[in-house]
């Protein structure tokens, strides 16, 4: 099998079950019976050698990045952490600013941690932020959550075309952006159209289709930079001056890219753009989020959560809202400002990293990833559902199999290892550069390899967990 073999796939939302799922593929996917393995085909499965490891060590050994590994806190160094795309490991700086937010700067300074260290918290570390995006430090403020900065630059963009119409995303979209959007939709009486373009394998993003969606009637194009199941990244630039050539606006989710991969919002002339702290940034979990105006639309947009933080002279307490200038208007209540004071460790340390150095080391990481499954995982029924291209592609791999659900719960009860899945068959395994050795990659093979020979997904058929 190539490694650009890839599985046709459904998209399904990603997967936060409260109750257990009711969709007829859930159950057929739990009880999918696999051929039992006989002794001839476990002799045929290639196990990992002595050269391969002695080859992983001397890779990491070569790692420019290898010392910052130790910037974080491992509690576990058995344990194989591949869900960086999802909570990036907590920072040893963070660890020690816990104390020192709780116990002097509020326990010790009380309101005056407002005037001292507070306030001005979502410009500085927006600011720090838009040195990875190719953004202005005045461009990007940090506030909420990822859904309701889309929230409110989505419905600040269609406000401000009157006329036009439409909004085109793709089915790749994380299914909260698509949510979010069908809102600002039924806000708005229905007076606009979400068009979801659909993707023709599951895997890449359907650019031909979007282009010729674009048209005098699209207000808006929002879209996932790296798309969260198969790790597929869009040509930015392209695309932007593609709805720009019809008068559109752009808006672009960073979550799974910012910290990834390289870049440059404004080479790509990107109008607005919204992510998460706490995949590759590492804020820790459900950190506050950051959104993206490029400096000549902020005048031109209201943010329609007015609220005092983004109100002009807010500590005059007037009664009729007038909005702050620049990228603070964008505010829109009190910052929780543990939560978000916590995010600025992770992004030093990319910032010391440097975007060039982590991207080189993501690429080579997914690279000798994709050659791993194709030499060992293929064999055993393990496809390739991320692009072979690392041009197309973000920092995560995903690896689908009909079982792929109960391969991964083995992973996490019996082998040590934390990737994530997603519907309908996608194992994801991130690689966060920053942290990831080539040795924690060839020993989560070494453990896919384990899950399929020693029959450990066999127990696990009939899970369905409330976090996938």
């Known amino acids: 099998m190539s490694a650009g073999a890839h599985l046709t796939r459904g998209v399904e939302g990603e997967a936060l079950h409260k109750n257990p799922p009711t969709q007829p593929w859930s159950r057929q996917r739990m009880t999918s019976a696999q051929p039992k393995l006989n002794h001839a085909h476990k002799e045929m499965m290639m196990s990992i050698t002595t050269a391969e490891r002695a080859y992983a060590a001397t890779l990491d050994a070569d790692d420019p990045l290898a010392e910052l590994r130790n910037a974080f806190h491992i509690a576990d160094p058995d344990l194989i952490y591949l869900d960086g795309n999802s909570l990036g490991r907590l920072p040893r700086a963070t660890q020690a600013l816990v104390n020192a937010i709780t116990t ?218 007038t909005a702050a200038e620049g990228i603070r208007r964008f505010l829109t209540g009190t910052p929780p400002i543990v939560a978000l004071a916590l995010i600025e460790p992770g992004v030093d340390l990319m910032l010391q990293a440097g975007m060039d150095r982590l991207y080189a080391k993501a690429v080579a990481q997914s690279r000798y990833l994709i050659d791993l499954w194709q030499r060992h995982l293929a064999p055993l029924g393990y496809t390739l559902n991320s692009p072979p291209n690392a041009a197309q592609r973000g920092s995560h791999i995903s690896l689908g199999h009909p079982d792929g659900l109960a391969i991964d719960l083995a992973l996490i009860a019996d082998l040590a290892v934390l990737p994530d899945f997603r519907q309908p068959d996608n194992i994801r395994l991130g690689i966060a550069p920053i942290y990831t050795r080539y040795q924690d990659i060839l020993t989560a093979v070494e453990r896919l390899i384990e899950a399929i020979r020693g029959e450990h997904y066999l127990r696990y058929r009939d899970r369905l967990p409330t976090v996938t």
């Open 104 to 321: 002097q700067q509020w326990g010790e300074r009380l309101i005056r941690g407002w005037n001292e260290h507070w306030f001005y918290l979502p410009e500085q570390i927006g600011a720090k932020i838009a040195a990875l995006i190719g953004a202005d430090a005045d461009e990007v403020i940090v506030a909420d959550s990822t859904s309701i900065n889309l929230f409110k630059l989505a419905l600040a963009a269609l406000k401000a075309q009157p006329g036009r119409t439409r909004i085109v995303s793709d089915d790749l979209n994380f299914p909260s952006d698509l949510y979010v959007l069908q809102g600002a939709v039924e806000l708005l009486n229905a007076a606009h159209q979400l068009l979801i373009i659909p993707s023709a394998d599951g895997i890449h993003g359907p650019i031909g289709a979007i282009e010729q969606a674009l048209d005098q009637q699209t207000a808006l194009l929002s879209l996932s930079h790296v798309v969260f199941k198969s790790g597929y990244r869009y040509d930015m630039a392209a695309l932007t001056a593609a709805a720009h050539a019809v008068g559109a606006l752009t808006l672009w989710d960073l979550s799974h890219s910012v910290g990834a991969v390289p870049i440059d919002l404004h080479a790509a002339n990107v109008d607005l753009a919204v992510g998460c702290c706490y995949k590759f940034l590492n804020g820790g979990p459900g950190a506050p989020a950051f959104l993206y105006v490029r400096r000549d639309l902020q005048a031109q947009l209201r943010n329609p959560l007015t609220g005092w933080m983004g109100r002009h002279d807010l500590f005059g307490f007037a009664l009729n809202y």
